[in-house]
Protein backbone atom coordinates (compact mmCIF):
# COMPACT_ATOMS: atom_id res chain seq x y z
CA UNK A 1 0.00 0.00 0.00
CA UNK A 2 2.84 2.47 0.79
CA UNK A 3 3.68 2.51 -2.75
CA UNK A 4 0.61 3.27 -3.84
CA UNK A 5 1.51 6.83 -2.40
CA UNK A 6 4.42 9.56 -3.78
CA UNK A 7 7.59 9.09 -2.55
CA UNK A 8 8.42 12.34 -0.77
CA UNK A 9 11.84 12.55 0.56
CA UNK A 10 13.16 15.49 2.81
CA UNK A 11 15.25 16.70 -0.38
CA UNK A 12 12.41 17.21 -2.22
CA UNK A 13 10.48 19.52 0.23
CA UNK A 14 13.75 21.60 0.03
CA UNK A 15 14.14 21.69 -3.67
CA UNK A 16 10.34 22.89 -3.77
CA UNK A 17 11.07 25.46 -1.45
CA UNK A 18 14.05 26.79 -3.37
CA UNK A 19 11.68 26.59 -6.51
CA UNK A 20 9.27 28.77 -4.83
CA UNK A 21 12.00 30.88 -3.75
CA UNK A 22 13.40 31.77 -6.99
CA UNK A 23 9.57 32.17 -8.73
CA UNK A 24 8.95 34.75 -6.01
CA UNK A 25 12.11 36.61 -6.51
CA UNK A 26 11.63 36.65 -10.17
CA UNK A 27 7.95 37.75 -9.56
CA UNK A 28 9.47 40.73 -7.12
CA UNK A 29 11.70 41.99 -9.68
CA UNK A 30 9.50 41.93 -12.50
CA UNK A 31 6.09 43.37 -10.58
CA UNK A 32 5.53 46.14 -12.84
CA UNK A 33 7.25 45.98 -15.63
CA UNK A 34 6.33 44.86 -19.26
CA UNK A 35 8.45 41.57 -18.83
CA UNK A 36 5.75 40.26 -16.27
CA UNK A 37 3.26 39.12 -18.97
CA UNK A 38 6.18 37.63 -21.02
CA UNK A 39 7.50 35.70 -18.22
CA UNK A 40 3.76 34.74 -17.16
CA UNK A 41 3.13 33.40 -21.05
CA UNK A 42 6.71 31.56 -20.57
CA UNK A 43 5.46 29.87 -17.50
CA UNK A 44 2.13 28.41 -18.90
CA UNK A 45 3.51 27.41 -22.27
CA UNK A 46 6.07 25.31 -19.77
CA UNK A 47 3.77 24.13 -17.42
CA UNK A 48 1.57 22.99 -20.91
CA UNK A 49 4.70 21.45 -22.46
CA UNK A 50 4.93 19.59 -19.21
CA UNK A 51 1.17 18.26 -19.12
CA UNK A 52 1.23 17.31 -22.71
CA UNK A 53 4.05 14.82 -21.82
CA UNK A 54 2.65 13.68 -19.33
CA UNK A 55 -0.22 12.45 -21.23
CA UNK A 56 2.45 11.58 -24.03
CA UNK A 57 1.08 13.59 -26.61
CA UNK A 58 3.90 13.53 -28.97
CA UNK A 59 3.47 15.88 -31.56
CA UNK A 60 2.43 18.60 -29.06
CA UNK A 61 5.27 17.48 -26.62
CA UNK A 62 8.02 17.93 -29.69
CA UNK A 63 6.46 21.44 -30.50
CA UNK A 64 6.19 22.68 -27.00
CA UNK A 65 10.00 21.24 -26.32
CA UNK A 66 11.51 22.64 -29.48
CA UNK A 67 10.21 25.97 -28.48
CA UNK A 68 11.08 25.74 -24.96
CA UNK A 69 14.84 24.26 -25.61
CA UNK A 70 15.17 27.88 -27.85
CA UNK A 71 13.74 29.77 -25.56
CA UNK A 72 16.23 29.73 -23.25
CA UNK A 73 18.30 32.12 -25.45
CA UNK A 74 14.80 34.50 -26.64
CA UNK A 75 14.61 34.77 -22.57
CA UNK A 76 18.30 36.76 -21.93
CA UNK A 77 17.40 38.79 -24.79
CA UNK A 78 14.15 39.69 -23.78
CA UNK A 79 14.81 40.37 -20.27
CA UNK A 80 18.41 41.77 -20.60
CA UNK A 81 17.55 44.10 -18.59
CA UNK A 82 16.02 42.62 -15.75
CA UNK A 83 19.10 40.14 -15.25
CA UNK A 84 21.27 42.99 -14.89
CA UNK A 85 19.31 44.73 -12.20
CA UNK A 86 19.89 41.24 -10.51
CA UNK A 87 23.53 40.81 -11.08
CA UNK A 88 23.80 44.64 -9.83
CA UNK A 89 21.84 43.49 -6.92
CA UNK A 90 24.26 40.50 -6.35
CA UNK A 91 27.14 42.84 -6.49
CA UNK A 92 25.91 45.18 -4.84
CA UNK A 93 25.49 43.19 -2.32
CA UNK A 94 28.77 41.48 -2.28
CA UNK A 95 30.56 44.82 -2.02
CA UNK A 96 28.73 45.44 1.30
CA UNK A 97 30.22 42.20 2.94
CA UNK A 98 32.94 40.32 3.64
CA UNK A 99 34.36 40.21 0.19
CA UNK A 100 34.48 43.75 0.06
CA UNK A 101 36.32 44.08 3.30
CA UNK A 102 38.81 41.61 2.10
CA UNK A 103 39.44 43.05 -0.91
CA UNK A 104 39.39 46.94 -0.58
CA UNK A 105 39.63 47.75 -4.01
CA UNK A 106 36.08 46.17 -4.93
CA UNK A 107 34.38 48.97 -2.78
CA UNK A 108 34.19 52.24 -5.06
CA UNK A 109 34.33 55.54 -3.12
CA UNK A 110 31.41 57.29 -2.15
CA UNK A 111 30.53 61.12 -1.99
CA UNK A 112 31.49 61.06 1.51
CA UNK A 113 32.73 64.53 1.68
CA UNK A 114 29.87 65.89 -0.43
CA UNK A 115 28.92 69.90 0.14
CA UNK A 116 25.27 68.68 1.16
CA UNK A 117 24.63 72.25 2.62
CA UNK A 118 24.73 74.07 -1.35
CA UNK A 119 23.63 71.02 -3.07
CA UNK A 120 20.57 71.17 -0.45
CA UNK A 121 20.30 75.14 -1.03
CA UNK A 122 20.06 75.20 -4.79
CA UNK A 123 17.35 72.30 -4.78
CA UNK A 124 15.11 74.43 -2.20
CA UNK A 125 15.90 77.26 -4.35
CA UNK A 126 14.86 75.79 -7.59
CA UNK A 127 11.50 73.96 -6.17
CA UNK A 128 10.34 77.68 -4.77
CA UNK A 129 10.66 79.01 -8.29
CA UNK A 130 9.64 75.93 -9.75
CA UNK A 131 12.36 75.24 -11.85
CA UNK A 132 12.94 71.88 -13.17
CA UNK A 133 16.11 69.67 -12.24
CA UNK A 134 17.44 66.62 -12.28
CA UNK A 135 20.78 65.51 -10.24
CA UNK A 136 22.65 61.98 -9.98
CA UNK A 137 25.00 61.68 -6.63
CA UNK A 138 27.10 58.22 -7.36
CA UNK A 139 27.87 55.47 -4.51
CA UNK A 140 29.49 52.97 -5.74
CA UNK A 141 29.11 53.73 -9.09
CA UNK A 142 30.83 55.97 -11.02
CA UNK A 143 28.33 55.97 -13.26
CA UNK A 144 31.47 56.61 -16.02
CA UNK A 145 29.36 55.29 -19.15
CA UNK A 146 26.03 57.83 -18.36
CA UNK A 147 28.83 61.08 -17.52
CA UNK A 148 30.04 60.50 -21.56
CA UNK A 149 26.83 60.78 -22.75
CA UNK A 150 27.03 64.29 -21.29
CA UNK A 151 28.86 67.58 -20.89
CA UNK A 152 32.13 67.65 -18.62
CA UNK A 153 32.04 70.21 -16.24
CA UNK A 154 34.43 69.23 -13.46
CA UNK A 155 33.47 71.81 -11.29
CA UNK A 156 33.21 72.15 -7.40
CA UNK A 157 29.99 72.59 -5.92
CA UNK A 158 28.01 75.81 -5.52
CA UNK A 159 24.58 76.72 -5.54
CA UNK A 160 24.44 79.59 -7.75
CA UNK A 161 26.38 77.05 -10.66
CA UNK A 162 23.89 74.38 -9.55
CA UNK A 163 20.72 76.77 -10.41
CA UNK A 164 22.52 78.23 -13.38
CA UNK A 165 23.00 74.83 -15.42
CA UNK A 166 19.49 74.15 -14.85
CA UNK A 167 17.74 78.15 -15.60
CA UNK A 168 15.72 77.14 -18.39
CA UNK A 169 17.49 79.27 -21.24
CA UNK A 170 21.05 77.44 -20.34
CA UNK A 171 22.58 75.27 -23.06
CA UNK A 172 22.52 72.50 -20.29
CA UNK A 173 19.63 72.37 -18.34
CA UNK A 174 18.21 69.45 -20.39
CA UNK A 175 19.58 66.17 -19.08
CA UNK A 176 20.86 64.90 -15.64
CA UNK A 177 23.77 66.64 -13.66
CA UNK A 178 26.82 64.33 -12.04
CA UNK A 179 27.81 64.74 -8.70
CA UNK A 180 31.07 62.60 -7.98
CA UNK A 181 33.40 62.70 -5.09
CA UNK A 182 32.45 66.06 -4.22
CA UNK A 183 32.45 67.62 -7.94
CA UNK A 184 30.02 68.51 -10.34
CA UNK A 185 31.44 66.00 -13.10
CA UNK A 186 28.86 66.74 -15.73
CA UNK A 187 25.44 67.84 -16.93
CA UNK A 188 23.00 67.35 -19.97
CA UNK A 189 23.54 63.79 -19.46
CA UNK A 190 20.65 61.36 -20.92
CA UNK A 191 19.37 58.50 -18.52
CA UNK A 192 17.47 55.55 -19.35
CA UNK A 193 13.75 55.51 -18.82
CA UNK A 194 12.24 53.04 -16.68
CA UNK A 195 10.00 50.48 -18.31
CA UNK A 196 7.47 50.18 -15.31
CA UNK A 197 3.79 50.20 -16.10
CA UNK A 198 2.92 51.13 -12.60
CA UNK A 199 4.35 54.42 -12.24
CA UNK A 200 1.69 57.39 -11.63
CA UNK A 201 0.61 59.47 -14.27
CA UNK A 202 1.62 63.12 -12.64
CA UNK A 203 5.26 61.89 -12.29
CA UNK A 204 6.72 63.28 -16.10
CA UNK A 205 10.58 62.46 -18.16
CA UNK A 206 12.86 63.24 -15.20
CA UNK A 207 10.96 61.26 -12.41
CA UNK A 208 10.33 58.34 -14.98
CA UNK A 209 14.15 59.20 -16.19
CA UNK A 210 15.22 59.10 -12.27
CA UNK A 211 13.40 56.07 -11.27
CA UNK A 212 15.08 54.25 -14.61
CA UNK A 213 18.87 54.91 -13.81
CA UNK A 214 18.43 53.66 -9.92
CA UNK A 215 17.24 50.88 -10.96
CA UNK A 216 20.77 49.73 -12.75
CA UNK A 217 23.06 51.78 -10.62
CA UNK A 218 23.74 52.64 -6.92
CA UNK A 219 23.20 56.07 -6.96
CA UNK A 220 20.89 58.93 -5.23
CA UNK A 221 18.80 61.04 -7.99
CA UNK A 222 17.43 63.65 -6.76
CA UNK A 223 14.60 65.24 -9.12
CA UNK A 224 12.70 69.08 -8.86
CA UNK A 225 9.44 69.17 -10.71
CA UNK A 226 9.27 71.91 -13.43
CA UNK A 227 5.18 71.41 -12.87
CA UNK A 228 4.43 71.46 -8.95
CA UNK A 229 8.61 72.40 -7.46
CA UNK A 230 7.77 69.54 -5.31
CA UNK A 231 11.48 68.01 -4.78
CA UNK A 232 11.61 63.67 -4.80
CA UNK A 233 14.05 61.46 -3.77
CA UNK A 234 14.99 58.20 -5.94
CA UNK A 235 16.90 54.83 -4.91
CA UNK A 236 16.94 51.62 -5.42
CA UNK A 237 14.16 52.33 -8.47
CA UNK A 238 11.92 54.06 -5.67
CA UNK A 239 10.52 57.37 -5.73
CA UNK A 240 9.48 59.33 -2.32
CA UNK A 241 8.36 63.24 -2.24
CA UNK A 242 10.71 65.17 0.23
CA UNK A 243 10.13 68.09 2.25
CA UNK A 244 12.59 70.77 2.18
CA UNK A 245 13.09 71.04 5.73
CA UNK A 246 13.78 67.46 5.48
CA UNK A 247 15.90 67.21 2.24
CA UNK A 248 19.89 67.83 4.44
CA UNK A 249 18.85 65.00 6.66
CA UNK A 250 17.52 62.26 3.98
CA UNK A 251 20.92 63.25 1.93
CA UNK A 252 22.68 62.20 4.47
CA UNK A 253 21.32 59.46 5.62
CA UNK A 254 21.37 57.47 2.05
CA UNK A 255 25.09 58.96 1.35
CA UNK A 256 26.09 57.13 5.54
CA UNK A 257 27.84 60.49 5.97
Known amino acids: MIDLFIQIRVFDIIDIFFVALVFFGLYRLLKGTSAMSIFIGIVAIFVIWQLVKALQ ?49 LKVRSNVDLNIDALTKACINMSEIKQGAL ?44 IR ?33 TEDNDCIALVVSEETGSISMVTGGEIQTVKASELKEMIEKELKV
Not at 139 to 148: A, F, G, M, P, S
Not at 186 to 209: D, E
Open 181 to 213: HNRITAARCILPVTQKTNIPGHYGLRHRAAIGV
Open 57 to 105: MEMLTAILGAFVSVGFIALIIIFQPEIRRFLFTIGAQAQEGKLAQRFKF
Open 135 to 178: ILLTRKNNLDDIVTTGVTVNADISNPLIENIFFKNSPLHDGAMI
